[in-house]
T-cell receptor, first 115, second 112 residues
């Protein structure tokens, strides 16, 4: 079974631009979560999608948004980029059964650099 | 606010040593605790713990959860240089949606 894939792997943008990152979950997984990882703040939850609906959102400004498609693929968008948005953006998928938690499997991440 | 604290933040040992990594947490409506290993990019899943006192084991790695004292430990025996990585502890609150709260991680270095 193929793992979680993310594209692109690396991205360089300048302040004020916007960016779209893509995540394809493991086949059959319906839940996709996004995380931002920086040296200072560690891994922080951005949002989670299940069946095309955002179910939970972390403490990030409205410049960060996402969506999920009917095939469970997800995209996240960051508008008006700031230098502080430079980070590794990780996507994780899980099968999300209702009873008991399910482990989340992470993709390789997209390294975003904002100049 | 939900919080996960790992200790130590950094640990350097010699190959063959046994190490214990700690994770304490404060979270409303605890659902599960997960351990991940992160070497270069993606964190890779190690264990998920939901019940107190039941040890999960995989080769030289094992982990146990104490829900009364709100902590978990990850043990690695007979360490190898390939165990060098950042070990992340995360807690999932029961919110009807999957949101992991991560600790800062423990950077483990195994010297030959």
């Amino acid at each position: 079974k193929a793992g979680v894939t993310q594209t692109p792997r690396y991205l360089i943008k300048t302040r004020g631009q916007q960016v779209t990152l893509s995540c394809s979950p493991i086949s059959g997984h319906r839940s996709v979560s996004w995380y931002q990882q920086t040296p200072g703040q560690g891994l922080q939850f951005l949002f989670e999608y299940f069946s095309e609906t955002q179910r939970n959102k972390g403490n990030f400004p409205g410049r960060f948004s996402g969506r999920q498609f009917s095939n469970s693929r997800s995209e996240m968008n960051v508008s008006t980029l700031e230098l502080g948005d430079s980070a590794l953006y990780l996507c994780a998928s899980s099968s999300r059964r209702d009873r008991g938690g399910d482990e989340q499997f992470f993709g390789p991440g997209t390294r975003l650099t904002v100049l | 606010e939900d919080k996960v604290v790992q200790s130590p933040l950094s640990l350097v040992v010699h190959e063959g040593d046994t190490v214990t990594l700690n994770c304490s947490y404060e979270v409303t409506n605890f659902r599960s605790l997960l351990w991940y290993k992160q070497e270069k990019k993606a964190p890779t899943f190690l264990f998920m713990l939901t019940s107190s006192g039941i040890e999960k084991k995989s080769g030289r790695l094992s982990s146990i959860l104490d829900k009364k004292e709100l902590f978990s430990i990850l043990n690695i025996t007979a360490t190898q240089t390939g165990d060098s990585a950042v070990y992340l502890c995360a807690v999932e609150p029961f919110q009807g949606a999957q949101k992991l709260v991560f600790g800062q991680g423990t950077r483990l270095t195994i010297n030959p």
